[in-house]
């Protein structure tokens, strides 16, 4: 059975760091194209960033995360991450990892498998 577990949400003051998992399980991450989105109370899914699978590891960043984030992955331990800096509360909502074989985008509806989301709070 195929799952993506996001980890290392939490807490983090303004101006702070945190940096987010996403294991795979019953899926070999590096065959994926993966995204990171997230989604604040009352708004739509935002596209935060994506990279291409084995062959072709494009990144690509929605334009309010660009220089504080990066995407990269591990294929060892079958994760992707978010390394997500100079954090502002404009940052808080709950982060979504996803996956998808054939299409790279930042878009919700081209991805086919889903984490459950992990809450992201941006707060003094």
């Known amino acids: 059975?195929?799952?993506?577990?996001?980890?290392?949400?939490?807490?983090?003051?303004?101006?702070?760091?945190?940096?987010?998992?996403?294991?795979?399980?019953?899926?070999?991450?590096?065959?994926?194209?993966?995204?990171?989105?997230?989604?604040?109370?009352?708004?739509e899914r935002e596209g935060v960033s994506c990279i291409g699978s084995l062959k072709d590891q494009v990144?690509?960043?929605?334009?309010?995360?660009?220089?504080?984030?990066?995407?990269?992955?591990?294929?060892?331990?079958?994760?992707?991450?978010?390394?997500?800096?100079?954090?502002?509360p404009e940052d808080t909502a709950v982060y979504y990892c996803a996956a998808d074989r054939l299409r790279l985008s930042l878009q919700p509806r081209h991805y086919n498998y889903w984490g459950q989301g992990i809450q992201v709070t941006v707060s003094n």
């Not at 807490?11 to 990171?36: D, F, H, K, V």
């Not at 984030?69 to 954090?87: E, G, H, W």
């Open 1 to 43: 059975q195929l799952h993506l577990v996001e980890s290392g949400g939490g807490l983090a003051q303004p101006g702070g760091s945190l940096r987010l998992s996403c294991a795979g399980s019953g899926i070999t991450l590096e065959n994926y194209n993966m995204a990171w989105f997230r989604q604040a109370p009352g708004k």
């Open 59 to 88: 990144k690509y960043y929605g334009d309010s995360v660009k220089g504080r984030f990066t995407i990269s992955r591990d294929n060892a331990k079958n994760t992707v991450y978010l390394q997500m800096t100079d954090l502002t």
